[in-house]
C-alpha cells in the first residue's frame, strides 16, 4: 500500500554548524519571525481598521487582497517558525499538486484481451458517435452562468455565521420517492411496504444512511414475486455458473448485473466462480484472489431476502462433481479441477489455474453463444411458454435490439442442469448495460429486475462509510461557502471525472484547459470541484485551479481512515463521491462516469445536471434517447427513472 509522500520518508541528516553560523542564523531567524508576526497582524487588524468588520471570516463577501495577504502571511509564519525550531521538514510535499496518487482510480476500459478485434470494434463506436448529428455546445440549464456574480446568486441568501467545526446534520430520509426518478405512490404499487434502507458504520459518529438509495426491505409486490420464467425444479436444483470477464472493475461489475438477473428470473441457483485476481483490482497485495463478496453484500442476510440463491464453486463440485452426481468430473482433470474451486488464477501454467474448471463447466454444461455486441436477451411469457408472441412485444422486441440477433428464453435455458455463462473468452463478453441486453416484454416484470439491482447489488456499508466523512466534509466547506443541499442532501460541491491512463477513445482525452474551457459556464463562482482521476501528475489540473478549489480523494486518506481499508475500495468511494456533487462532468465512454450518472439518477438527480467534458459530446444527456443496440459509452435513464412504477414511463422528466 503507498502511503502519502510525507509518511515513511527517512529523516535527514542534519550537519553541526559552527558556532557563530548558529548564533547568527539565530538572530536572522528570530528577526524574520518578528518581522512575519508584525506583518501577519497589520493584515489581520487592517480590515477592521478600515472596514469596521467585525466578523469578516464568517463575511463571505470579504474577499480580494486582504484575505490573499493575510493566507501569505500564515504561510510565511508557518514557514519561520518550522526553521526557528530547526525542524526541516519538505514544505513542498505538503502542496498537493506534488503527491504522487496513493493508489490507481480503479477503471474500467483497461483490458487485457485488447486485440485488433477489440480495436476495430471500439472504432465502429466512435464512427457511429461522429456519424451521429452534432449536439450544440452549450448549458441548457444555466444559460446565464457566465453572467452569475458571487452575492447575485451563491450569496442569494446569506447563511448565518459558521462556527470552524460545523457539522451537518443529514437529516433520515424516510419517503421512498426520490425527485425525479419517484412517482407518487398512487402509481408505485411495489413500493407498499417498502422502507428506506439503512447504512451500518463501524463508528458510531458517522450517519451515512443520506447515501442510501435504495429500498431495504424492498415492497411487498417484489417481496412476493415470482418469476414466470422460472426453471421446473422437480425436485432437483438447477444451477448457473459462469466465468468473470476479464477487463476493469466496472467491466465486471456490468456483467455481473447481467448474470445474477439471469440466474434470478430463470429460478436458478447462482455459483460464484473461485476466488481470483481481477484486472486492475491488484492495489492489496497481501491478497491476491478477491471475491465478489468482498465489495457487494451477496454474503449478508439481508441479501437473502431477494430470492437469488448463491453457493460456492467447492459446495457446487461437492453436489455435482463426484462420481454419483449429476455434472462428474472427468478423471483426467479431477485433480487440477478440484485444486481450482476455492482460488484461482487465469493462467494456465499456475497449480491452481482456472482454465481446467471453466473446461469442465463448459463441457458438462449448457453454454449459450451469447455475445453482447451482436446478441439480446428476451423475457417474453408467450414465447417461454411455446405460443406466439403479440404482435406489440414482438415489435418492442426487435425495437430493442436494434439489429441484433435476438435470443428468446425458452426450453434450452430451463431443461439443462447447468447453464454456462463463459464471460471470459473475448468473444463471449457480456459488456453492456443490464438494461440494454436483457428485455422483459413485460413492464411490470421489467421493472421488478431493475429494482434487483438498485436494491441489492450496491456496494457493502463499509464503502459508503467512508464516503459519507468524505462528502460530509466537502459539504461542510460548500455550506460555509453559502451553497445548499438538495432534498436528497447531496450537492454542496461539484464534481468530474477525468480519465486519463489507458483510455482507449483518444479524442476524449483531452488537456486541461479543455476541460475548464469547456465546463466553466456549469460552475458556480467560489463552489469547490471535486475530481475522481487516474491522473498522477496533480499539476495537470492547475488550470483548472486557478479558478477554482478543487479536491482530489488522497486529500481525505487521514480524515476519512482511508488507509485502514481495502485499496481496492477506493475507486469505488471516487465513484460514490463524485455521484453527490451538483453538478457532474464526466468522460464519455467511460463506464466509470456511466455508473456516476446512474448513481445520481437513483437519488433522483436530473441527468440535465450531468455532462461530458468533451464538447462533442457535452450534452449528450440533456435528452430522453433509447439505449440501442450495444452501447455502453453512458447510461440511459430507462435503467432508473419510473422503476418503482409498473409501466413504461414518459421521457418528459428525466
Avoid at 548558529?22 to 519571525?33: D, F, K, M, V, W
Avoid at 453559502?482 to 436528497?488: A, K, P, S, V, W
Avoid at 475530481?531 to 487521514?558: C, M, Q, S, V
Wanted: overall charge negative; aromatic content about 10%.
Amino acid at each position: 500500500m503507498r502511503l502519502p509522500p510525507s509518511r515513511g520518508r527517512p529523516p535527514r541528516r542534519r550537519t553541526s554548524p559552527d558556532k557563530t553560523t548558529s548564533c547568527c542564523s539565530y538572530i536572522l531567524h528570530t528577526i524574520l519571525l518578528i518581522t512575519g508576526i508584525i506583518l501577519l497582524l497589520s493584515t489581520v487588524m487592517l480590515p477592521y481598521l478600515l472596514m469596521g468588520n467585525t466578523n469578516f471570516e464568517n463575511n463571505p463577501t470579504f474577499v480580494g487582497v486582504s484575505s490573499h495577504l493575510r493566507q501569505s502571511a500564515h504561510a510565511v509564519e508557518h514557514s519561520i517558525m518550522k526553521k526557528f525550531e530547526d525542524k526541516e521538514e519538505d514544505v513542498a510535499n505538503a502542496i498537493h499538486h506534488d503527491k504522487e496518487p496513493l493508489f490507481p482510480l480503479l477503471d474500467e476500459e483497461g483490458n487485457k484481451l485488447d486485440d485488433d478485434d477489440d480495436v476495430a470494434q471500439q472504432k465502429v463506436v466512435e464512427e457511429k458517435h461522429d456519424n451521429a448529428k452534432s449536439r450544440p455546445a452549450q448549458n441548457l440549464d444555466d444559460a446565464n452562468a457566465k453572467d452569475t456574480k458571487l452575492g447575485d446568486k451563491v450569496m442569494a441568501k446569506k447563511p448565518d455565521p459558521l462556527v470552524l467545526d460545523a457539522k451537518i446534520e443529514h437529516k433520515e430520509k424516510e419517503t421512498l420517492a426520490r425527485g425525479l426518478a419517484g412517482l407518487p405512490f398512487s402509481q408505485t404499487p411495489a413500493l407498499e411496504g417498502a422502507k428506506r434502507a439503512t447504512i451500518t458504520c463501524d463508528d458510531p459518529t458517522i450517519n451515512a444512511n443520506f447515501l442510501a438509495y435504495w429500498n431495504e426491505p424492498q415492497g411487498t409486490q417484489d417481496v412476493e414475486f415470482e418469476s414466470p420464467f422460472a426453471v421446473d425444479q422437480n425436485g432437483e436444483e438447477k444451477y448457473l455458473t459462469f466465468e468473470p470477464d476479464r477487463g476493469g472493475w466496472n467491466n465486471i461489475r456490468m456483467t455481473l448485473e447481467i448474470i445474477f438477473i439471469i440466474a434470478l428470473a430463470t429460478g436458478r441457483t447462482l455459483v460464484l466462480p473461485p476466488d481470483q485476481p481481477l484486472y486492475l483490482l491488484k492495489a492489496d497485495s497481501s491478497k491476491k484472489q478477491r471475491s465478489f463478496a468482498d465489495f457487494f453484500p451477496i454474503s449478508s442476510s439481508k441479501f437473502e431476502a431477494s430470492h437469488l440463491r448463491i453457493i460456492t464453486t467447492e459446495e457446487f463440485l461437492r453436489r455435482e462433481g463426484g462420481t454419483h452426481g449429476r455434472l462428474p468430473i472427468n478423471e483426467d482433470i479431477s485433480e487440477a479441477v478440484l485444486k481450482a474451486q476455492n482460488h484461482c488464477e487465469q493462467r494456465l501454467k499456475s497449480d491452481i489455474s482456472c482454465i481446467p474448471l471453466h473446461d469442465h463447466l463448459r463441457s458438462v454444461g449448457y453454454v449459450p453463444k451469447l455475445k453482447s455486441g451482436t446478441d439480446c436477451l428476451v423475457f417474453d411469457v408467450d414465447a417461454f411458454q411455446g405460443n406466439d408472441m403479440s404482435k406489440e412485444n414482438e415489435d418492442n422486441a426487435k425495437t430493442f435490439c436494434s439489429g441484433r440477433g435476438i435470443n428468446y428464453v425458452n426450453a434450452s435455458y430451463t431443461d439443462p442442469v447447468l447453464v454456462h455463462l463463459q464471460g471470459s473468452d473475448k468473444n463471449y463478453r457480456l459488456l453492456n448495460h443490464f438494461y440494454g441486453f436483457l428485455h422483459f416484454t413485460n413492464p411490470v416484470i421489467d421493472n421488478h429486475f431493475k429494482r434487483f439491482v438498485r436494491d441489492y447489488m450496491h456496494y457493502i456499508d463499509p464503502i459508503y462509510c467512508a464516503s459519507a466523512k468524505i462528502i460530509q466534509s466537502l459539504q461542510e466547506e460548500g455550506v460555509k461557502r453559502g451553497f445548499t443541499l438538495d432534498e436528497e442532501q447531496g450537492g454542496g460541491f461539484s464534481s468530474l471525472h477525468v480519465r486519463r491512463g489507458e483510455l482507449q477513445y483518444k479524442k476524449v482525452k483531452i488537456s486541461a484547459e479543455e476541460w475548464y474551457e469547456n465546463t466553466k459556464d456549469l460552475w458556480e463562482e467560489n463552489e469547490i470541484l471535486y475530481i475522481a482521476t487516474d491522473e498522477r501528475n496533480k499539476t495537470f489540473f492547475d488550470p483548472i485551479k486557478e479558478h477554482h478549489d478543487i479536491r482530489f480523494l488522497d486529500d481525505y486518506w487521514d480524515m476519512a481512515n482511508l488507509g485502514d481499508l481495502d485499496p481496492n475500495y477506493m475507486g469505488m468511494i471516487d465513484t460514490i463521491v463524485a455521484s453527490r456533487g451538483r453538478k457532474f462532468v464526466g468522460t464519455y465512454f467511460s463506464t466509470f462516469s456511466g455508473y456516476i450518472v446512474r448513481m445520481r439518477g437513483y437519488h433522483g438527480m436530473s441527468m440535465k445536471d450531468s455532462y461530458y467534458g468533451t464538447l462533442q459530446y457535452k450534452n449528450s444527456l440533456q435528452e430522453w434517447t433509447p439505449h440501442k443496440g450495444s452501447e455502453f459509452s453512458h447510461e440511459w435513464p430507462s435503467g432508473w427513472i419510473g422503476i418503482d412504477g409498473d409501466t413504461v414511463p414518459s421521457h418528459d422528466k428525466f
